[in-house]
């Protein structure tokens, strides 16, 4: 059975003539890689390097507690982030490639203090700031000439720093896991 499975994925991945990979360059994509920047493009400069850009907003509303009425105001936190790579693509077949995408996410998250009760105070506090630096294995597959899905796995190098000047920041090595919620996809023009 095990050498059945390497010879499927031999087969699978045996370098394929130029005649029957795909160029993809100069071509532009909308859509987006992660969830966390949901707008976004790439563009193939070539077709074995290209460009990811995304950006994201998240709305947070938090009662504010010093309007003392029975219409009660909301404060909104805005959280950013965005989202920059570049996907090497290291197999190319028709309609699949493997790639490697080495990135970088910068997020920017409001935070605040005290407790959203009818007589507690709600304070901003600061902007907690985190810079990700990423490297992804991944495949996109193109299931029509001008769409595409993508996939990707890898390890993440998290650093944060906290909305307070007295807290330090925090390093952290994570993973980005393959799941559903992950799928990604570009419509090309």
Known sequence: MRRVLWMLILVLFLPVPAAQAADYAGRL???????????GFRYWVSSRIGLDAGIGFDSRDVPDSTVVSTLRKEVVFTDFTMDFGLPMNLIMRSRTNL???PGVVISSRPTYYGNPGPTSDIRFRGKEKSMDFNGMIGVEFWLWDHFSLSVAEGVRYVLTTPANPDEDSQFQLTHRALTLSNVGFHFYF
């Open 29 to 39: 994509g909308v859509g987006y890689f992660s969830t966390e920047a949901p707008i």
């Open 99 to 101: 790639f490697f995408r």
